[in-house]
């Protein structure tokens, strides 16, 4: 494979020096398009027609002091099933959800960041906008900060895959060798469905004894792990980020 | 619409694809961001304090629109060996209280709500709980 690609540092941080974790993006490794940004009311599935089922995201606005309950939504090759109670806005990416990437570290030691000379990097606008004068919900990729202070960084993918048939009763762990805590995301499909739900769909946290975990996926600094104790088989599929929570 | 703009393709990828499968960066598409990270907490003092209805954090990020966002949260800081950070894009469900999210176009909180709805004293034996949270939002448009 020849050397050669492109990478953006976040902002004060030296490319050259740059942790994985501290580019804005870097074509070693992976990253998520968005190839669909859609709104499916309460009951309502929408078509996609990808022909694979894709890594994706459901968005839920609540208000404050109401009961909540874990969203029930899905997907498959065709269609995104919301069948919440509430209306959620999903993001669809161009990524199948089963995909195998092994996680590669080039470097994890973290960079030191610089608050001098910011006035240089990288700012790439959506189709049919000018560069020099939109606003950050149409830049598709740029280094900056928030006006919290934030750098703005994209989603780095470290490491993705899945594994099928995993028994009730059973834990799957995954190394992922990143030795930090990862921002994740991941899904499941309990047999014999075919849909794919992200992990809060079912999920009980075992705060007292009278509540018991039907399954969860959690995440430590050295492994991703399924537990199913949902009384059949399932599949499960995962996205790990550079991201350190 | 003028043909112009970037596109980064995948490392063995044709940059001539149509295909945004094949593509790190293809200005024709939105790629999520994060804008503002940041971490809060939740403690418990007694049972008692269960049954009060809390506002965690607020977090201003003036946006104008309702961004996406994604959270994650343990307990008693178990994360560094015990495996449970939790990822919650939508709510999780605590069965009789809730900790969840509310986004505007100004601003992102995180909400405890305690409700027995009937089912009886809630959470007991959770006086001793700490929950540490760390959120996300993006620059990326999610309303509805």
């Given at each position: 494979m020849?050397?050669y690609?492109m990478?953006v540092s ?8 740059s942790a994985d ?13 968005i190839k669909?940004?859609v709104?499916i009311?309460?009951g309502?599935t ?6 694979y089922i894709?890594v ?6 609540f208000?404050p002091n109401?009961q ?7 997907a498959d090759?065709t269609?995104?099933?919301?069948n919440?109670s509430?209306?959620l806005?999903f993001f ?9 990437l092994s996680?590669?570290n ?18 790439v606008?959506?189709d049919?906008y000018n560069?020099?004068?939109t606003?950050?919900?149409n ?8 006006l919290a202070?934030?750098?703005v ?6 490491q993705?895959?899945?594994?099928d ?6 834990t ?8 930090y805590v ?8 309990k047999?014999p469905?075919?849909i ?6 079912n999920?009980?946290v ?5 509540v018991s975990?039907t399954?969860?996926?959690t995440v ?8 199913n104790?949902l009384g059949s088989q399932?599949?499960v ?5 550079k991201?350190?929570? | 619409?003028?043909d112009?703009g970037?596109k980064i393709?995948?490392e063995?990828k ?9 593509y ?14 940041g971490?809060?907490?939740?403690s418990?003092?007694?049972?008692a304090?269960?049954?009060?209805n ?21 307990k ?5 060996g015990?495996d449970f950070w939790?990822?919650?894009?939508g ?5 009789f209280e809730?900790i969840?999210?509310v986004?505007?176009t100004?601003?992102?909180a995180?909400?405890?709500?305690y ?7 809630g959470?007991?034996g959770?006086?001793?709980?700490n ?11 999610a309303?509805?």
């Amino acid at each position: 494979m020849s050397d050669y690609g492109m990478k953006v540092s976040q902002v004060g941080v030296d490319v050259l020096t740059s942790a994985d974790n501290q580019y804005v993006f870097s074509s070693a490794f992976g990253g998520l398009l968005i190839k669909d940004n859609v709104t499916i009311n309460s009951g309502g599935t929408y078509t996609h027609n990808y022909g694979y089922i894709p890594v994706y995201t459901a968005e839920a606005f609540f208000t404050p002091n109401t009961q909540t309950a874990g969203l029930n939504v899905g997907a498959d090759s065709t269609k995104i099933y919301n069948n919440s109670s509430n209306n959620l806005r999903f993001f669809l990416f161009a990524r199948d959800i089963r995909t195998n990437l092994s996680g590669v570290n080039i470097t994890n030691t973290p960079s030191p960041v610089s608050s001098a000379n910011l006035d240089y990097g990288f700012k790439v606008s959506s189709d049919g906008y000018n560069v020099k004068t939109t606003g950050l919900t149409n830049l598709v990729s740029f280094s900056g900060v928030s006006l919290a202070g934030n750098p703005v960084r994209q989603l780095i993918i470290h490491q993705t895959g899945f594994q099928d048939n995993i028994n009730s009763g059973t834990t799957l762990n995954i190394s992922h060798n990143l030795g930090y805590v990862p921002q994740f995301w991941a899904y499941y499909r309990k047999h014999p469905t075919v849909i794919y739900s992200p992990e809060m769909v079912n999920y009980q946290v075992n705060f007292d004894s009278t509540v018991s975990i039907t399954y969860q996926a959690t995440v430590s600094s050295s492994e991703i792990s399924f537990y199913n104790n949902l009384g059949s088989q399932i599949d499960v599929a995962y996205v790990i980020f550079k991201d350190a929570i | 619409m003028s043909d112009y703009g970037v596109k980064i393709s995948l490392e063995g990828k044709d940059i001539s694809s149509t295909s945004p499968e094949d593509y790190l960066i293809f200005s024709k598409y939105q790629i999520p961001k994060t804008y503002i990270v940041g971490t809060s907490s939740l403690s418990f003092s007694n049972e008692a304090d269960t049954h009060n209805n809390k506002t965690v954090t607020t977090v201003n990020h003036n946006l104008g629109y309702k961004p996406y966002v994604s959270w994650y949260w343990n307990k008693n800081n178990s994360e560094y060996g015990g495996d449970f950070w939790i990822e919650s894009q939508g709510a999780p469900h605590l069965v009789f209280e809730s900790i969840y999210y509310v986004v505007t176009t100004t601003s992102f909180a995180i909400y405890y709500t305690y409700n027995n709805g009937g089912y009886g004293d809630g959470l007991t034996g959770i006086s001793g709980y700490n929950f540490g949270f760390k959120y996300y939002i993006f620059i990326d448009k999610a309303d509805i």
